[in-house]
């Protein structure tokens, strides 16, 4: 009969050391748990001309894109990023690949694209434009029948159809890639394009005949995104911060010192946001009068509040509003 083996010894002090273990050491410290982390929103931003100006507005809003201009994932917190063409921007917010993004009007009406519109930013505002060579114009424009469809030449392709299709006028839609204003006469009857300064119609005695669209750069979501309660509060948030640049740089801050007398006349010349701050100066000095007035007021009312008895008048920038 085998005697008490070594390896039962041995399991034996084994066993007697972990219920010793067990029995004296405190329970286990919880596992460190990292904070959640807010979900990365899928923002796509435009590569072209676009460009600079969208990422100048985020980083007005305090996010300032990472990496090299030629980098299409430009790191910044929170979000997954991702450069893209603007009208491949409009495809992917439509299907949902991307939850939120900046592009033109123009490409999201041209594809019939779903999107909800958080933020008309006002940058690079063009018009979408009809537009052919005189005599074609003028007909045109007269509404005089045509003997067969009117060959016109567009990048677009819902915007100019349906503006003939409103019109009566049967479409030979021919489908441009660039320099279209160069295809009249010889390879279209006229053309539908964005139109800036109109330069490049009058490069190429080109007469417009009809704007169909004004667009510029705005900010759209997903619906599904906004959906998504989570990703709505993420939405919100770079929404706000990107209206509040926006606001931000339609006003400037006008502070003006006035004596006792003068206050009342002077306040009334401030078109404030709602009513302006007015303080004492030490020493019953008078008073400081400070609002944020609209840009475009300044040039007037700079001079009406000295002549209204305002001195030491200050003017700066604001970098955002949050009503
Ligand atoms: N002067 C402009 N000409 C064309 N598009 C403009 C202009 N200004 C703003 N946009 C807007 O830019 C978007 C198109 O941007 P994109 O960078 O793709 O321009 P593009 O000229 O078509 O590109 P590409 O340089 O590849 O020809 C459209 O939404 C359009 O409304
Ligand atoms: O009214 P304007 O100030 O002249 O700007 C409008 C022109 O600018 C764009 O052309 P772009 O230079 O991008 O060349 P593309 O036509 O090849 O895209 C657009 O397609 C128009 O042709």
């Known amino acids: 009969m085998p005697s008490s083996s070594a390896a039962d010894a041995a399991g034996s002090a084994i066993s007697t050391d972990a219920r010793i273990a067990g ?24 590569k072209g001309r676009m460009q ?6 985020l980083a007005d809003a305090g996010l300032e894109l990472g990496g090299s201009e030629r980098d299409y994932r430009p790191p910044l917190a929170g979000f997954d990023t991702k450069r893209l063409k603007p009208r491949a ?5 439509a299907s949902g690949t991307r939850d939120v993004g900046f592009c033109g009007l123009d490409w999201v009406r041209d594809e019939g694209a779903d999107l909800v519109e ?22 045109l424009a007269a509404g005089a029948p045509l003997d067969r469809p009117l060959r016109l030449a567009s990048e677009f392709e819902r915007l100019p159809l349906e503006w003939a299709a409103a019109r009566g006028i049967e ?33 190429n005695g080109l007469v417009e005949i009809e704007d169909v669209l004004a667009s510029s750069t705005r900010l759209f979501a997903n619906r599904r995104a906004l959906d998504d309660p989570t990703k709505r509060e993420r939405i919100d948030e770079l929404a706000l911060v990107v209206r509040g640049v926006l606001a931000a740089r339609e006003r ?36 400081a009068i400070k609002a944020a007035v609209p840009r475009t007021a300044l040039a007037r009312l700079v001079p009406a509040l000295v002549a209204a008895g305002g001195r030491d008048v200050l003017v700066s920038r604001l970098e955002q509003i949050v009503p």
């Open 118 to 139: 958080l933020c008309d930013t006002r940058l690079d505002p063009v018009r979408v434009t009809v537009a052919a060579p005189a005599a074609m114009a003028e007909r």
């Open 89 to 93: 921007i409009v495809q992917m917010l």
């Open 52 to 57: 600079s100006a969208v990422e100048r507005l």
């Open 171 to 203: 479409l030979d839609l021919v489908r441009s890639f660039g320099a279209t204003e160069v295809l009249p006469p010889e390879d279209a009857d006229a053309i539908c394009d964005v139109v800036q300064t109109g330069s490049t119609l009058r490069a």
């Open 23 to 46: 029995a004296t050491l405190a329970a286990p410290p919880p596992a460190p748990t990292t904070p959640p982390q807010p979900v990365a929103l899928r923002l796509a931003l435009p």
């Open 252 to 287: 400037v801050v006008v502070e003006v010192n006035v004596d006792a007398d003068a206050l009342d006349r002077v306040v009334a010349l401030v078109p404030c946001m709602r009513r302006p701050t007015v303080a004492s100066l030490a020493g019953d000095a008078g008073f």
